[in-house]
Structure formats: C-alpha cells, structure tokens
C-alpha cells in the first residue's frame, strides 16, 4: 500500500474516531435530552389541543392535511433548532473551552476532525427529527388508522435534506467565530428570522424570486404536502382596482433541492476552510 494509500485510510479512521466519540458524548451532554424535551413539548401540545378542541385544519380533512397542518408547520423549526444545538459550538467550543489546544496538535487532520464531528452531529439530530417524525406518525395514525401518504415520505426525506445544508451552515458559524453562544445564536437568527425576512422582502415587495436563500429552498417540506402542489409564483391584486400585486414564490422540487445542495456544499467547505486556517492562540 502506498503512502497516499495509507494516508487516506488512517484519516478515513480518525473521521470514524472522531464521529463515534463526539456522537457518545452528545448522549452524556444535556443538550440532547433538552432536544429531546423540547420534541415532547411539542407533540405533547399538539396532541392535546389536537385531541380537545378537534381543529379542522387537523382532523377535518384527510390524513395529507394533517401532516401538512402538523408536520408541515413544524419541522423546518426541528431542523433549525438540531442545526443550532448540535452544530453551532461543534468547533467554536474547541476554542472557548480550550481542548483544541489537545485535539488539534494530535496526528490526525483538522478535516478528519472537521468531518468526524459534523457527521456525529448530523446522527444527533437526524435522530431528533426522527422522533418528531415518529411522533407525528403515531398521531396521525390515531386518526386515520392505516393511511400514511407518501407526501409525508418524501417531506422528511426533504427535511433531512435541509437538515444536511443547514448542518453545515451552523458548523460555518462555528469556524467564524471562538464564542459557542454567538455561533448557536447566529445560526438560530439567521435561519429562523433573517432569512424568512429576506424572502418576504424579495418576493412580496420587489417582486423578486428568493432563489438565493436557504429557507425559500426548504419550503419544499411543507408545499408537497399540498396537493395540488403550489405555483411556482403566485400573484394576488390589491386595492381599489386591483392597481397593486403582490408576489409569492414556491420553490419546484427540482429547483428546492439544487439550492439546499448548494449551500451544503458551500457553507462545508467554507467552515473547513475557516477551520484549517484559524489558530488557537490564547
């Protein structure tokens, strides 16, 4: 075996150790469990308003429409909150907490490093969205036994697309900056107010397709659950006349996917780079 060889299969280990270790010790931090409660809370709130005051948009329709009601109104705040939580001080806390000044000087490459614990915390929080999945199944099952439409499939399969780009939007943050509670709270903001305001700004008011932002691409999640599935532009008259429009954009599928595989791409390769130059200096 060559030196090159050998050189691609010791890191192909570190990423492995890496990923493995970080993995355990999200289960030994609280932040997991606090997910986790977090998901309760909210199937919990669901299934008891759901249950008592017996809402419409829920339960008098089909089984799509209470996946699209629940679901569909909740898992791009999963998402966001996983990508926070679990991806914001992944490499940020190594320089606030100073266990870089050990991990770093090791044999093993800072993008063995990089790699092991963005997969350890995408397994994390692929779990999380899971059990709200799961949760929502079992709701949805109570009260239409037995129908489970594949919109709903392929909304998750969306939601962990969104997941992965979002996931390497928070570990950018985390190579930016040394602060963990800046990277988490940076993330938390831009993905769940900055952006969203970017997209009504552009679409409402200038009329223009938000084709660039993350959170336009991952309205996929909640527009398949429409049937019909939503123009790609809608146009609503306003006002005396009918003299004012107002814009709407849906991303297609084709066009959602292709946009959140870009900011995957981008924002990895971003963070690696942020990481493999920055330095741990006291």
Known sequence: M?????????????????????????????????????????????????????????????????????????????????????????????????????LVPNPIRRSAIYVGKWLAALAASTIILGVFALAMLANGLFYFPGSIPWEFVESFAFAWVYLVAAMSLAFAFSSLFKSSSISILMSVILLLFVFNVIDTVASLVAGIEP???????????????????????????????????????????????????????VMAVLGLVLFERKEFTS
């Not at 008592?52 to 898992?75: E, I, K, N």
């Not at 005396?240 to 791409?265: D, K």
Request: hydrophobic fraction near 50%; glycine fraction near 12%; avoid cysteine.
């Open 2 to 102: 060559s030196d090159e060889s050998k050189s691609v299969v010791g890191s192909l280990a570190h990423v492995g150790i890496t990923a493995k270790y970080n993995f355990l010790n999200y289960f030994r931090a609280r932040r997991f469990y606090v997910m986790l409660a977090i998901i309760v809370i909210i199937t919990g709130l669901l299934t008891t308003l759901v249950g008592y005051y017996r809402p419409p948009s829920f339960v008098g329709g089909d089984a799509l429409g209470f996946y699209g009601a629940g679901w569909g109104s909740f898992a791009s705040f999963v998402v966001v909150l996983s990508a926070a939580f679990f991806g914001g001080d992944a490499i940020s806390g190594e320089f606030q907490n100073r266990t870089g000044y050990f």
């Open 211 to 265: 084709w660039f932002s993350i959170t336009y691409a991952a309205g996929i999640i909640s527009d398949v659950l429409n049937v019909p599935y939503p123009a790609h532009k809608v146009v609503t008259s306003l006002g005396a006349g009918r003299r004012f429009t107002l814009a709407q954009f849906h991303a297609t599928i084709p066009e959602g996917l292709l946009i959140l595989g870009v900011y995957f791409v």
